[in-house]
């Protein structure tokens, strides 16, 4: 796995965008970035995952890099219930292989009305 | 769709007593995860499986053991708990492996006194 850095916590007002960054400086070439979330001790929710390009789905946007050391996550409009632990994971596998997943202590993110 | 479902939510168990953890989902994914996560860390991998009748370990293995007899379900066994096996246990499955996201369970929370 490619290791990942995030910061620890951040906050964001309620109603902006909370941008979330992760850095993955070792990354290889086909390892995908996935971002996960966990509200309360909920299990891990998907949000996003990608390679190069950037994505988009109806919960969030990733920014891939061109490089590929670094990404970020944007939610566009954060709400109250986008107050969550996020984490960022570059897994290594291979289509014979599981996805191992290695969970870091991600992101703690604190939505403020 | 119910998704990943576990049972039981919360178990006490005492020291060297055993158990069966209950793992289920029903949109047919052929991998299965388990995972566990310790009080302010991130998730850890216990064991996989890429199918019915393949498992294998993961990050934490040892206290556990698993078996996949068929496509939903995969138990997971502690034989003699321990106090380090007080943690929230996840569950999780995927379509494939790499590169696919995988559906978390909403966890199942042990404490062994």
């Known amino acids: 796995d490619a290791k990942t850095t995030q910061p620890p916590s951040m906050d964001c007002a309620e109603g902006r965008a909370a941008n979330l960054p992760c850095n993955h400086s070792?990354?290889?070439?086909?390892?995908?970035v996935y971002w996960y979330r966990q509200i309360h001790s909920q299990g891990p929710q998907y949000i996003i995952h990608?390679?190069?390009n950037n994505e988009t789905n109806e919960m969030a946007s990733l920014i891939i890099t061109e490089d590929r050391k670094s990404s970020t996550l944007i939610l566009p409009h954060a709400t109250l219930r986008d107050t969550a632990v996020y984490y960022c994971i570059a897994p290594r596998g291979n289509e014979n292989t599981g996805n191992q997943f290695y969970f870091g202590t991600g992101t703690s993110l604190t939505v403020i009305p | 769709n119910a998704g990943v479902t576990q049972t039981p939510k919360f178990r006490i168990l005492k020291i060297g007593q055993s158990m069966t953890l209950q793992c289920a989902q029903d949109m047919n994914h052929n991998y299965m995860y388990w995972y566990r996560q310790d009080p302010g860390m991130g998730l850890k991998l216990i064991y996989y499986s890429v199918g019915a009748g393949i498992t294998d370990k993961g990050e934490v293995p040892n206290g556990y053991n698993v078996s996949r007899s068929t496509t939903e379900d995969f138990p997971l066994r502690l034989e003699l708990a321990a106090p380090s096996q007080t943690s929230v246990y996840f569950c999780?499955?995927?379509?494939?492996?790499?590169?696919?996201?995988?559906?978390f369970g909403p966890g199942t929370r042990l404490t062994v006194t």
């Open positions: 990608g390679l190069k």
């Open positions: 999780a499955s995927s379509y494939q492996g790499w590169p696919y996201e995988q559906y």
């Open positions: 070792t990354i290889s070439g086909n390892e995908y």
